[in-house]
């Protein structure tokens, strides 16, 4: 029985941290990973919480300074038994120490730092497949240091010439960072990860050229923004551009109001964009493009609207969301802008139905926007993070503890309704089911639709849909500053059933908090008093006193306010009311029977109140000393009071009590009140009382006794001061024990039985309280000072030290403490957070398996790394199960509690994903896709996307229409041209098809929307090359000085649009010293069109061109003659890989670019660039699935290459020949042999059977190892 109880509490009240208020430093540190999770900096802790069930899963304790900055660890890599899924997570204080943490069990992998520099900023590298454990601090005034965080050792420093604030990486291409400085921008690419960045990088000014104003006029681009504003400061800024160093750049303050850089907030690189930078200043957001250095967008705050603290821009849908200062969070998604095509009728292809603007600029639309919170001088948003996998909900961290998501929903009426395919129903594929897929992401909601306003009237007819935000969650933390804790009486084997740990905090603020130590979680909260709560008292498990006063004027005199709350009813009843100014009150004490409580004050006497009854008995006499330290005795006579109430209250009422008072012992363990026990009589609760007795010390050290008994109380002795001891300030007594403590940090042991007494210094000064630990028998006390906290044990009636901290070096000011359990010791620091402690003082936190939740946390990286894995291969693809089961069965029998873990885990999935798992309409792959988001691992994600879209595209590509013609015999291998009526330009969004267009049979369903922006070289090229086309036309309309129209021109001569190539070069001025060459270029591109001998010339002048450096002139005169192909292999010569990629998707054939992305994986592929998961996306593309098949066996990625052998089958495009059956083979004898090892002895008998003869053999040695 005893053994259960201990079992039952400890099990629970593990150390842990309840965090209070942020403190300014933790501005911007939190993080939402493709783990799911979110984490944040409070004061010096890390917490962890689960936004699915708004729970805190860990908090993290090591830091000694304030956390600045928290990173999640990337999920891009292939999670296998080598690599699993696991929850690391990196921060950094304001000291400059750097913590690797593993969040599951609490504990430090490494811990390292550069000096005592603090940390500006901090990121993982995501780029290579070498290592997942690089991360990249930079820390104040310049230093860029990359670190292996695994170990903890510097890989290189590169110390930069100027200030830096804040970094940021290009997702596009891993060489290039770009710095924001106090008033400038640097920007370096030569970022390598085996040696340190020889260059300063350049940098680069923001100005306004000074015919601004007239630049605007002529360049066309009357934005629809500046016909909003009309402001002229605002035009003037749209041709913002930026400049290199140099004096004669920087225009003077006359004719520009030059924008300084030093209002900019934020920057960051555009994620679903290449070559955009994105900067944020409180009244505008600014979209650069890095390939002409010009403002191509401006998003203007609206003219009531609340200034820009933080942006997120968004991957997977070009979409920003927008954190303003009054904690609103807004969603402004890319119009779409068609440049190259005719605009879109109204009503269609623009978000809104104003007529699309002329402009070419990149526009944002305001889609959907939270409600603000209330700002406060002490509540305002610290930081804002989003989900990396869903992209719909979002985190603010408010400073005054709280934490706020909210999801983005599509409203009513938006919903799509689908044409389904008229297939063949014989057609096994694609799967025809009632349930709709789930939608998991924002990617899902929108996509197929335009946005618009939610009143606008195409949302009703389902031609557009509409987006909102709802609050789904919200989180509070401890109420600070705190001024004073108090835990509920223990835990004995009377209240055990009924027993809860809750602990009441009080505040300055008047406010008391009831915490369940066990779970963390703030249970209730009363408003009770005005002023701080000074003190707090339980009357029993369900109420509790507590008093405040204002401080003290010069008078010395205040009003003060006794509180009764009962926390079951949260009834809150004054106790003495009608009081004038008087003394403070000192101390509260409730009798150890919970009869009776004293009210002590400064100075005045001490007054005995009846706990039940909540009247005053009496006060002391005048002539007595005031108390300095009082305590009640936990001996009481109950012996005597079962004779009386036997004798009394005839054999039933006294049958009851002496059961109840069975638990009283000299111990003072016993919490059962009177009031419990004798409700069952209220005559004898009137006539009875036990005698209880309390002493108390006067300043002089005099220690009196009074016994207390009825209605009165008799002075029964005195023992004068002892010798050498101050001013007694707290007494503590437990069995034949008494301790006092002093203001001189003397401590004096009083032992009752063997009459003798011990004092000792502690040399620590003035004592605050002394308590005993619960627990019979359990002698440990601890000692609070004004500098730290000591644990002692009283062993034969020697103090002795067991544990000790002192603060600020281990901790911050401890204000108030108690003990929570027998172990473990609670303290209230001055940062606001409420800490459990061990007993040795040195921990505050534990594994997330020793913490309590309410709620069951569904997450895979909390099961065990080999399970996890098990959950993911069960739920991808079970061809040895005539029924898709969601249910894993078969294991051995030691691993039954494995088992049920993961069944658990699948359970807690949503229904929807549950329900529409075993009808995936794409089978296999579109599972993997689903359970790559569920898994929230970031590299299965983009397998499983590219993998989905090519097998559609080459499955279903149209053959009938007329893209026939411009694709060629490749067809088979090529990715289809979007339908006209999807054609999609700048954006975000696709147009629905028109009513009229009835969609050709099936092709609107089966044939995907093409792949999103930031998927960049591996998208179809004929959106790749459209997209290329426009931003040559807006680079075109944004034309400033003559480099940049140059560029132009030959970026139309590479995509061979001559006609404007030769417009752009005759507008060379005459004063120019190039003027002449560009006349003779226009001439020669204009006649090129007639071949022959000038073909061979020409290429001849390239070549020569190209070998003497020339490349770029040499390459355009290549492009003019149709020779796309030999310039792009000039280019990978001379390793201008991206150039060379470009050049193919936008100009070549699809055999001929197939050659070009080719050499391209090679060089992917090679040690020195190690981008191996990006050259299979590469192949994925090409439509070469028996490579990728090859490329997956070579890397060991063994689940998800027989996984796509699955959906190739499925989509019946796997290859037959001899080859690749046995390539085949060998992958699913690899399969069986990992399944063998997690121990799934039922699919790896399935795989040995399709291995071959090999796979036979095998499945003999699973069997044996199996019995």
């Not at 005539?882 to 509690?897: A, C, D, F, Q, T």
Request: aromatic share 8%; net charge neutral.
């Amino acid at each position: 029985m005893h053994h259960d109880i201990r079992r039952h509490v400890n099990m629970k009240l593990s150390p842990k941290v309840i965090t209070g208020a942020l403190n300014a430093q933790n501005k911007g540190a939190s993080d939402w990973g493709w783990q799911g999770l979110l984490s944040y900096g409070c004061q010096g802790f890390i917490v962890v919480v689960d936004p699915k069930t708004v729970q805190v899963l860990q908090v993290l304790a090591k830091h000694k300074g304030n956390v600045v900055k928290v990173k999640w660890a990337k999920e891009n890599y292939h999670h296998d038994l080598g690599n699993p899924y696991s929850l690391r997570l990196a921060s950094g204080d304001n000291n400059g120490v750097i913590i690797v943490w593993d969040v599951t069990s609490g504990t430090v992998k490494s811990e390292f730092s550069e000096g005592s520099k603090p940390i500006q900023d901090m990121e993982w590298l995501t780029y290579q497949d070498a290592s997942h454990d690089l991360l990249v601090a930079l820390h104040p005034p310049y230093s860029l240091i990359l670190w292996n965080a695994d170990t903890g050792t510097k890989l290189w420093k590169k110390s930069y010439t100027e200030p830096l604030l804040a970094f940021s990486f290009d997702p596009f291409s891993s060489k290039n960072v770009a710095f924001l400085g106090p008033d400038c921008i640097v920007f370096i690419d030569d970022f390598s990860v085996t040696k340190t960045p020889s260059s300063n990088g350049k940098k680069f000014y923001i100005s306004s050229p000074s015919s601004s104003a007239s630049n605007l006029k002529t360049e066309g681009s009357t934005s629809s923004v500046e016909k909003r504003t009309a402001s002229r400061n605002l035009a003037e800024r749209m041709s913002k551009i930026l400049v290199g160093e140099g004096p004669s750049k920087k225009s003077s303050k006359e004719e520009s109001d030059q924008v300084a850089l030093n209002d900019c907030i934020q920057l960051l690189h555009h994620q679903s964009c290449r070559h955009h930078l994105i900067l944020v200043y409180p009244r505008e957001i600014l979209i650069l493009d890095l390939e002409i250095n010009q403002t191509v967008g401006i998003i203007p705050m609206e003219r009531a609207g609340s200034p820009f603290v933080q942006i997120v821009s968004l991957r997977q849908r070009d979409v920003l969301l927008c954190l303003h200062e009054n904690g609103s969070v807004s969603t402004r998604i890319r119009r779409k802008t068609n440049a190259i095509t005719t605009p879109a009728s109204e009503g269609h292809g623009a978000f809104d139905d104003s007529p699309p603007p002329v402009s070419m600029d990149v526009t944002y639309d305001l889609r959907c926007q939270s409600d603000g919170l209330r700002v406060t001088r002490h509540s305002r948003v610290s930081s804002m993070s989003c989900c990396m996998v869903t992209e719909s909900s979002v985190a603010l961290v408010v400073t005054d503890s709280r934490v706020v998501f909210w999801d983005m929903i599509l409203l009513d009426g938006g919903t799509e309704i689908e044409t389904s395919p008229q297939l063949d129903s014989k057609s096994k594929f694609p799967i025809v089911s009632n349930s709709p897929p789930p939608q998991l992401s924002l990617s899902d909601m929108i996509g197929r639709l335009p946005v618009v306003n939610h009143d606008h009237p195409s949302v009703l007819k389902g031609r557009a849909v509409a987006l909102k935000f709802v609050m789904t969650g919200l989180l509070n933390g401890v109420v600070s500053p705190i001024s004073s804790l108090r835990m509920c009486p223990p835990l004995t084997t009377k209240n055990w059933s009924v027993y809860q740990p809750l602990l009441a905090v009080g505040s300055s603020t008047g406010v008391i908090q009831i915490i369940n130590i066990s779970s963390g979680l703030i249970v209730k909260e009363f408003s009770v008093h005005t002023g701080p709560v000074r003190g707090i008292e339980w009357c029993n498990l369900k109420s509790f006193l507590s008093y405040s006063y204002p401080s003290q004027g010069t008078s010395g005199l205040v009003k003060n306010d006794l509180m009764l709350v009962d926390i079951s009813t949260g009834k809150v009843k004054a106790v003495r009311t009608n009081r004038d100014q008087e003394s403070p009150i000192e101390i509260l004490r409730v009798s150890c029977l919970k009869q009776y409580f004293i009210v002590g004050f400064k100075d005045k006497p001490l007054e005995l109140w009846d706990l039940q009854t909540m009247t005053m008995l009496r006060e002391t006499g005048k002539s007595l000393p005031h108390p300095t330290a009082l305590e009640w005795s936990p001996s009481h006579s109950l012996k005597s009071l079962k004779k009386k109430m036997l004798s009394q209250g005839g054999d039933k009422e006294g049958g009851q009590l002496t059961s109840a008072l069975a638990g009283g012992d000299k111990m003072g363990v016993s919490t059962t009140s009177l009031s419990e026990t004798a409700e069952s009589d209220s005559k004898v609760n009137q006539k009875m009382s036990v005698k209880e007795h309390f002493v108390y010390t006067d300043s002089e050290g005099t220690l009196y006794h009074f016994v207390v008994e009825g209605t009165g109380f008799a002075d029964a002795s005195r023992v004068p001061a002892e010798s050498g001891m101050g001013t007694i300030t707290w007494i503590a007594w437990k069995g034949d024990f008494i301790l006092f403590g002093d203001g001189e940090g003397q401590l004096s042991v009083w032992d009752l039985k063997s009459k003798t007494q011990r004092t000792m210094a502690t040399r620590r000064g003035w004592i605050k309280k002394i308590r005993f630990a619960p627990g019979r028998g359990n002698m440990k006390f601890f000692l609070l000072y004004v500098d730290g906290f000591d644990i002692w044990d009283l062993k034969e009636g020697k103090a002795e030290l067991l544990s000790s901290m002192k603060s600020p070096r281990d901790i911050s000011k401890v204000i108030d403490a108690d003990w929570t359990g027998s172990d473990r010791p609670v303290l209230a620091t001055a940062d606001g957070c409420v800490e459990v402690f061990d007993l040795t003082l040195k921990s505050c936190s534990c594994g997330i398996e020793d913490r309590e939740f309410p709620d069951e946390v569904a997450s895979p990286y909390i099961l065990p790394p080999k399970a996890s894995l098990m959950m993911k291969y069960h739920l991808q693809n079970q061809p040895w199960n005539s029924e898709y089961s969601r249910k894993l069965e078969g294991l051995r029998e030691e691993e039954k509690n494995l088992q049920g873990a993961i069944n658990k885990q699948i359970d807690l999935l949503d229904s929807e994903i549950l329900d529409y798992l075993p009808h995936c309409r794409f089978g296999v792959a579109e599972r993997c896709l689903i359970l790559a988001k569920l898994f929230g691992d970031e590299s299965d994600f983009l397998f499983w996307t590219v993998a989905l879209y090519y097998l559609r595209a080459v499955k279903w590509s149209p053959k009938s229409r007329e893209e026939v013609d411009l694709l060629g015999p490749e067809k088979e291998k090529f990715i289809p041209a979007t339908p006209s009526y999807k054609e999609t330009n700048d954006l975000v969004m696709l147009d629905s098809p028109d009513e009229g267009e009835e969609p050709s049979q099936g092709a609107w369903s089966l044939v995907d929307t093409p792949l999103e922006r930031y998927f960049d070289m591996i998208c179809d090229n004929d959106s790749f090359k459209l997209y290329q086309l426009d931003r040559v036309a807006l680079h075109d309309s944004k034309r400033v000085t003559y480099d940049h129209t140059k560029k132009c021109a030959e970026n139309y001569i590479m995509l061979r649009e001559t006609d404007r190539a030769v417009q752009l070069l005759l507008e060379t001025e005459p004063d120019n010293d190039t003027y002449y060459t560009d006349c003779l270029r226009a001439c020669l591109v204009a006649s090129i069109r007639s071949s022959g001998v000038s073909q061979s010339t020409i290429k001849l002048v390239a070549t020569n061109l190209i070998a003497n450096g020339k490349i770029k002139e040499g390459v355009q005169l290549l492009c003019l003659i149709d020779k796309g192909l030999d310039a792009c292999r000039y280019l990978q010569t001379y390793g201008a890989w991206d150039q060379a990629v470009w050049l193919a998707k936008a100009t070549l054939t699809s055999s001929d670019c197939c050659e070009v992305m080719k050499r391209w994986v090679d060089h992917l592929c090679g040690t020195q660039v190690n981008q191996k998961s990006k050259a299979l996306l590469v192949m994925l593309s090409l439509g070469q699935f028996s490579k990728v098949l090859e490329m997956l066996y070579g890397m060991r990625q063994f689940n998800r290459a027989a996984c796509f052998t699955a959906a190739l089958e499925e989509f019946g495009l796997l290859d037959q020949s001899k080859d690749n059956v046995l390539l085949v083979e060998a992958i699913y004898l690899e399969y069986a042999r990992l399944l063998a090892n997690l121990g799934l002895r039922t699919p790896a008998e399935f795989y040995c059977q399709k291995a071959g003869d090999k796979g036979n053999q095998f499945k003999e040695e699973v069997r044996i190892l199996f019995s």
